[in-house]
Nanobody, 119 residues
């Protein structure tokens, strides 16, 4: 089992920045990939970004490329999402997720943290 605890959400004006953090615990060996997803009211959950190990390949949704940066500290089993140039359409609950193995899916999820961007 993996437990995920997110932090860093909040209310920010358009154009502002926020940094989300997610700490994973309960697993003594490496996690293949950590990522962020989001769900806005009335919409389905969507992929935001993911990173394979620290310094490894990253992947971003087109809607956040150039504005969001994902990073990871393997020693702390923590993943970060630096969000710059926030827009009202970025308003959503952001979820951290873990994909333990390269051949698997994102099987573990955090409780979510609210990000609200005012215009």
């Amino acid at each position: 089992q993996v437990q995920l605890v997110e932090s860093g959400g909040g209310l920010v004006q358009a154009g502002g920045s926020l940094r989300l953090s997610c700490a994973a615990s309960g697993r003594s060996f490496g996690i293949y990939s950590m990522g962020w997803f989001r769900q806005a009211p009335g919409k389905e959950r969507e992929f935001v970004a993911a990173i394979v190990r620290s310094g490894g390949p990253t992947d971003y949704a087109d809607s956040v490329k150039g504005r969001f940066t994902i990073s990871r500290d393997n020693a702390k089993n923590t993943v970060y999402l630096q969000m710059n140039g926030l827009k009202p359409e970025d308003t959503a609950v952001y979820y951290c997720a873990v994909r333990p193995y390269s051949w698997g899916n994102f099987d573990y999820w955090g409780q979510g943290t609210q990000v609200t961007v005012s215009s």
